[in-house]
Nanobody
Framework: QVQLQESGPGLVKPSQTLSLTCTVSGSSITTNAYVYNWARQSPEKGLEWIGYITYSGTTYYSPALKSRTSISRDTSKNQFTLQLSSVTPEDTAVYYC????????????WGQGTQVTVSS
């Protein structure tokens, strides 16, 4: 079973870049069983999908966030990373990493989530 753990700063200043890492255990991120996603949730916007990276490194982003988003991976550490630039207080949310299971056609596992607050 795949397990996920988010890590990164809990406080980011406006205009800076938010950077979070998801450490994957139980499966290699280079196998084609899963697609690796980032999402966030806030009281104002609900659950919002941010983007994903595939086992081969292909990325796809939400059109609403595409201009500010970058998802990358470190295969040696079995991790994938989210960077969101030019943040504002509206980017305050609980951020989650999650894996989409290709064989079950559903989300197979979620991280516990990490609170990120954008404030000066």
């Amino acid at each position: 079973q795949v397990q996920l753990q988010e890590s990164g700063p809990g406080l980011v200043k406006p205009s800076q870049t938010l950077s979070l890492t998801c450490t994957v255990s139980g499966s290699s991120i280079t196998t084609n069983a899963y697609v690796y996603n980032w999402a966030r949730q806030s009281p104002e916007k609900g659950l919002e999908w941010i983007g994903y990276i595939t086992y081969s490194g292909t990325t796809y982003y939400s059109p609403a966030l595409k201009s500010r988003t970058s998802i990358s991976r470190d295969t040696s550490k079995n991790q994938f990373t989210l960077q969101l630039s030019s943040v504002t207080p509206e980017d305050t949310a609980v951020y989650y990493c999650a894996v989409w299971g290709a064989t079950i056609n559903a989300f197979a596992s979620w991280g516990q989530g990490t609170q990120v607050t954008v404030s000066s």
